[in-house]
């Protein structure tokens, strides 16, 4: 059995794609023959190439939303890297060819359904990408993580799977991760985790929400993930505040310890974090990065308001006081409890399990 990968860009396309490899590679053993294709340029080659697996690249490059001149070269390197993904598509001869969106998985995915391969995108958030909206008509199938995203593609075509985890995110546990992070067990504890490369709008928040978990809250427990650049004010920060317990962190390597140890989270609207928090039923309050493409991340955080599935601010509307509002009401053991059973019931079983059925 051969599978070809697509991927590229962001960790958003390329960690749900090693999960599906992952447990093909489980199931199957050395009858899983995998390759992924991506950028020429980009961070996947280093992550996937680490995760154990085969990669080749291509010269995708994305398409400016808007009338430049760059989008002429750009098109010229899209069709090379089309010609480019046949020539890989023929000589590895994949029984399927699987895509997880972005501008990345356009050429392999159009190549090998010219070519007559069998073909799934999947796509993860409530509003259809680019790619997938493009690739739609040709691939075979498309599986989604939403059922509220099915409706956007051709009727029949698409299947509501969930979207993919990576299974490491399950193994901690709260006593575990209390003593990695030198945290007490019992105590209320508060994950702020906007992103890979942080946000100065939840950190200003953040900062202005101090004092009064200081006098409301006290005993309060905080794991910041602040980013680099607000590292060493964040740690300044931390000093001075008594009854909080907060640790400052450039970057959290390991997300199953910092869910685990969390009663809940402050945490942005992309549909990798939701499916984190779908899969792990983790109470959180959304703050939808606004310039995501398309607003794709107010589109993923409606969905979940509209399930009861967790709470919501608009990056507009990030206050110190609004924060420590939503901490407040989402900390009560009754909210929390009916946004965890929310969740439940959006989860849709073995997400990975259900993609890998339609492409096999």
């Not at 399927?96 to 999947?122: E, Y």
């Not at 739609?136 to 409706?151: D, H, I």
């Not at 920060?237 to 997300?255: D, G, Q, S």
């Amino acid at each position: 059995m051969k599978v070809m990968f697509a991927c590229g860009g962001t960790g958003g396309h390329i960690y749900p794609a090693i999960a599906v490899a992952d447990a093909l590679k489980k199931k199957y053993g050395t009858r899983a023959q995998l390759l992924f294709v991506g950028s020429d340029y980009g961070m996947e080659k280093s992550i996937i190439e680490k995760a154990g697996y085969a990669f080749k690249g291509v010269p995708a490059r994305p398409l400016v939303r808007k009338w430049t001149l760059k989008n002429i070269s750009n098109l010229f390197f899209t069709i090379t890297a089309v010609i480019k993904a046949a020539e890989i598509v023929k000589k590895f001869a994949p029984d399927c060819v699987f895509g997880t969106g972005g501008f990345v998985s356009f050429p392999p995915l159009i190549a090998a359904a010219l070519m007559g391969k069998k073909t799934v995108i999947h796509e993860p958030n409530a509003v259809p990408g680019i790619a997938n909206k493009l690739l739609a008509p040709f691939v075979t199938a498309v599986t989604v993580g939403m059922k509220e995203t099915a409706a956007k593609f051709q009727k029949g075509k698409a299947v509501v799977t969930g979207n993919p985890v990576r299974a490491s995110l399950l193994g901690s546990t709260r006593k575990k991760a209390a003593a990695k992070f030198g945290l007490k067990t019992g105590a209320k504890t508060l994950l702020i985790m906007p992103g890979s490369r942080a946000a100065k709008s939840v950190n200003a928040a953040v900062e202005a929400s101090l004092p009064l978990f200081e006098k409301n809250m006290k005993g309060l427990q905080l794991i910041w993930m602040c980013g680099s650049e607000a590292f060493t004010r964040a740690k300044k920060i931390a000093t001075k505040f008594k009854t909080l317990k907060i640790k400052p962190f450039e970057f959290i390597h390991n997300a199953a310890d910092a869910y685990a140890m969390a009663d809940a989270g402050v945490l942005r609207a992309g549909a990798g974090t939701l499916a984190e928090i779908i899969e792990l039923k983790f109470a959180a309050i959304l703050v939808p990065y606004p310039y995501a493409t398309a607003k794709h991340q107010e589109a993923n955080a409606k969905v979940l308001l509209a399930h009861g599935a967790a709470k919501v601010i608009q990056d507009s509307e990030l206050t110190g006081a609004t924060l420590y509002a939503e901490v407040k009401e989402i900390m009560e053991k009754k909210n929390n409890s009916k946004i965890k059973l929310a969740l439940a019931k959006m989860k849709k079983g073995d997400s990975v399990g259900n993609i890998i059925k339609v492409m096999l």
